[in-house]
């Protein structure tokens, strides 16, 4: 049995206060996956950062969110949108940073999707070290990372050296103790535990369009598998599924829940935490019901 460690408590909700997870930074307000995005969830009063992580050719870890560049979001050096999603794992860190990544294309489905998002100049692709080192300021040590592996299941005979790259950062920063693994390769998960006991692991789910098979019983398989915490989408679950993993001593944490009347539902479902895409939005909800975060 894994002793619950401190980074866990501070994802679980106590009497009168539920958890805020910026996604992504805050995708809805600031380019996602950006120092920007995570200086100002941190800034909000939010501590609770979600991320996804790649690795370049160099074996960098990076805070984006495809195993490729991405259409909608990535611009080239001549400030225009790309028209060739190369894997990430083709481009040294180097390469990767002649891009950016501050605007988003409104042309798109998914530019139209965050239409407040800023759109900003200069923002690169970061390193996960960059992040790491934010959050070992004394000023951000209630910062907690949500550190999701993107996994590329193709890719299975990389999955140590992915994990490894991304343990040796995190140690080499000092922030193991404010940083939960997160992924929906529940594999990759195994690999984290073996690599790295000392670090609690967030098992996600979806039911519909997974790469991933799932159980029947997914609370009880996540408990079984030693996770920590289950994040499962805010459309897949009932109020008795959060009362019977939380029973398990799991943390529930729902993704990714924008609209209000879809935050007031989790908060009746008694969620631990609400990752979203405007942590703001439930900063204002949780105030509006007399609830706090933390
Ligand atoms: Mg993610």
Avoid at 131 to 148: D, F, I, T, Y
Avoid at 215 to 231: M, N, R, S, T
Wanted: a negative charge; hydrophobic letters at 40%.
């Amino acid at each position: 049995m894994r002793t619950m460690t401190q980074q866990i408590v501070d994802f679980k909700k106590r009497p009168g206060v539920i958890r805020i997870v910026g996604h992504r930074g805050a995708r809805g307000v600031f380019p996602e996956n950006t120092m920007l995005g995570f200086e100002y969830t941190l800034a909000s009063g939010v501590p609770l950062v979600e991320f996804d992580v790649v690795l370049t050719a160099d074996d960098v870890p990076v805070i984006t969110h495809n195993p490729t560049l991405h259409k909608p979001t990535f611009q080239d050096q001549a400030g225009q949108f790309i028209s060739n999603e190369l894997p990430i794992r083709s481009l040294s860190f180097a390469e990767l940073g002649r891009y950016e990544v501050g605007k988003i294309d409104g042309t798109t489905s998914y530019g139209a999707a965050f239409p407040d998002q800023a759109q900003v100049a200069g923002l690169r692709v970061p390193a996960l070290a960059e992040l790491c080192a934010l959050v070992k300021q004394p000023r951000h040590q209630a910062a907690r990372l949500l550190l999701e592996l993107k996994s590329d299941p193709s890719l299975t005979n990389m999955r140590s050296n992915f994990v490894a790259q991304v343990l040796r950062v995190i140690r080499d920063h000092g922030v193991a103790g404010q940083t939960v693994l997160h992924s929906f390769d529940w594999e990759i998960l195994a690999d984290c535990q073996a690599q790295a006991p000392d670090i609690p692991t967030s098992f996600l789910s979806i039911a519909s369009n997974s790469e991933f098979d799932l159980p029947d019983d997914i609370p009880a398989h996540v408990k079984a598998a030693g996770g920590a915490l289950w994040c499962p989408h805010f459309q897949d679950i009932t109020a008795k599924d959060v009362a019977d993993a939380q029973r398990m001593g799991l943390g529930v944490v729902v993704w990714t829940v924008n609209a209000i009347s879809d935050i007031d539902q989790m908060i009746d479902f008694g969620v631990d935490a609400i990752c979203s895409d405007y942590p703001e939005r439930v900063q204002r909800r949780l105030s509006d019901r007399g609830l706090r975060w933390e």
